[in-house]
């Protein structure tokens, strides 16, 4: 096992002292957010009991995620219908987590799964929500994330580079931005989807993206992180997208890096540790990805303005905090992770919350922060798409081989 | 909306497709998952045959009152099938359908399910269509009044009072969610989209808009809604320069004085100080002497959360320092 750096982990003594302050002005925001912080810190209380007798507390529950994601990779409730347009999101879900958790997942298993998405493809290039639904971009991001965790020959194989890119193309507006799919509605992550894809199984063209980084960088808010579309509210998935596509453009230079910096800063919560999507909202363990894979680009793009002042050992947030929070607020004990206490399992959260912790873990490939038992260290993500890091590699390296598809550009 | 009474007498009269004399010529095609499906949904058979018979529909290409219907079934069971929502705007297009029917119907989907992206894309392009606006205030009041921040709902919002340039009560209505929470930051953000694109931040604006704010962070200070307004505001002075601006740095030093260490205001003050350094302005209070030891307060006592935020920041002044040394 790896060698881990010490953790600072806060004692709930410091916890407790920063509970919210309504300042005698209760309003529908102070009173969800002591809500949360209530059973936040009750959860926090109950972990401090339990770690004075057992050393490797707070735990991963790693086999009890592992069967709750297995099962659901072939069998869902009813209660998912409202997701069957989105089945190969379920998918990457799935394996994406699995493979976080490095559990083996058998080839005739994993040739199932390639034969189900090959049947999501559209004949026209990019990946529906089911068989025999209009190809999607977000739906598209999920398969192609999907089959390269599979990373077998087969898999890669599925995916149709060339309609593909005229499937992007077909999307493309003339202002760079993207629609998700044919006359749908128009927003960051579109561009951000396209840009994963094609940078993923090499078919990117700077054409394709033409003009898109200076629409993305209409969508960063005064507060500094990025909206859905220019005017709209800071919010964290939408300043992932944003960032990373910048990143992936190599235009982040074009948007204000210290607003953004000092807006995803303060989106970590003071008691819980978790990240809230927006300001004054609530934390939801999902945008321990969203907001924490930003801070990967951050990291990486200060490095490049100016090293001295970088320190390569840490992100910029508080590793632990985080940690803690997913830990100790966001395991279901019969498997499974949640939004926040009280909220129920699903694959969205579960994968987002293990992305995340995957994060906090590694500050570089080096140097790892594990709360808890040693076994609860994950494997390391590639921030820019959010598979693992190795499944990154071993794509990017087959798809170099090929060719960029040559199509007629519309 | 439907209530769950009448959600019940919908199951007890519900008629499976296959039982309808006038869908007797259609033959319903099944799901292909291929054989081997994974992420396999146990669905009702309601959803499975209402799905086989929409498959049928997007292979024959039928346009009819009784498609439109089944587009209902479908998007009512899955109302995030965009497809579902396509194919049924093709329809309404080929039958040159009431739209005005249409925006009531998309309406009451969107209030059973508020946070789903497909529906309010329908309703812009129905609205899109009609070249009407009229009832989309009234209608994002509603949804907001349930959830005042609710994402889909300010950006339709937002879409209709740009395209149909509808400001003129929109400041009134921003205030007034403001009175009633001033934590929402969703209100705090129309706010800015109301302005810049209405009056701009001219000086005159801009001085409102600061002593507006000043006074909601007086009410409550830890609110980084209005910290980050404020921060907004100063982005448009001339020189866009925070220092500039003797209201800022007076209100600061003021609550400063009170005793007040809110992270907000602590973080203002660092970068008042490193402004004014860079500006080559030697200044006895905004000092970068004492940024740094404001940045020790929040990493120590203040905002510990963020550590190594401050630590950095700690680290970007010292450099200044050093150059500034370095180069005398």
Known sequence: MAEMEPVNRRNLE????????????????????????????????????????????????????????????????????????????????????????????????????????????????GFGGGPGQLPHLACTYAAVNALCTIGTNEAFGVINREKLLEFLWSLRQPDGS????????????GAYCALSVSKLTNIFTPELFEGSAEWIVGCQSYEGGFSACPGMEAHGGYSFCGLAALFMLGKEHLCDMKAFMRWITNRQMRLEGGFQGRTNKLVDACYSFWQGGAFLFLHNILFKENKSIVNSDRWLFNQEALQEYILMCCQQSSGGLIDKPGKPRDLYHTCYALSGLSIAQHTSLVKKYVVGSKINLLAPIHPMFNITFDSAVKTMKYFENLPVPQIGIP | MTDSSSDCTYEEEYVFYKNRPHWKDVTPVPQDDGPNPVVAIAYTEQFREIYDYFRAILRSGEKSERVLELTNDAAQLNPANYTVWQYRREVLSHLKSNLSDELNYIGETISEHPKNYQVWHHRRVIVEWLKDPSKEMEFT???????????????????????????????????????????????????????????????????NELEYTAGKIREVVNNESAWNYLRGIICHTESGNITSEEFIMKFCEDLYGTGCRCPYLLALIVDICEELFELGASDEIFSMQRALQVCDDL???????????????????NQALLHRTTAA
């Open chain 2, 299 to 317: 990493a120590l006592e203040h905002d510990k959360i963020r550590k190594e935020y401050w630590k950095f920041i700690s680290r970007r002044i």
């Open chain 2, 141 to 207: 009041n509603v949804i907001l009044a349930q959830d005042s921040k609710n994402y889909h709902a300010w950006q339709h919002r937002q879409w209709v009072v740009a395209t149909f340039k509808l400001y003129d009560l929109e400041l009134e209505f921003v205030n007034d969610l403001l009175l009633k929470d001033v934590r929402n930051n969703s209100a705090w953000n129309q706010r800015y989209f109301v302005i810049i694109h209405t009056s701009g931040f001219t000086p005159n604006v801009i001085k």
């Open chain 1, 14 to 125: 410091e916890i407790e002292a920063e509970r919210f302050r309504d300042e005698d002005r209760r309003t529908a925001s102070s009173i969800e957010q002591e809500e949360v912080e209530k059973t936040v810190l009750s959860r926090f209380e109950l972990f401090d009991k339990r770690a004075e007798v057992d050393i490797d507390c707070p735990l991963l529950l790693r086999q009890k995620h592992a069967a709750f994601i297995k099962g659901s990779l072939l069998h869902l409730h009813e209660s998912y219908q409202c997701l069957d347009s989105s089945r190969p999101w379920l998918v990457y879900w799935s394996l994406h987590s699995l493979a976080l958790l490095e559990e083996h997942i058998e080839p005739e298993e994993c040739s199932k799964i390639v034969g189900f998405l090959a049947k999501c493809q559209s004949p026209n290039g």
């Open chain 1, 178 to 189: 993207f629609f998700m799919h044919e006359n749908g509605e128009v927003d960051v992550r």
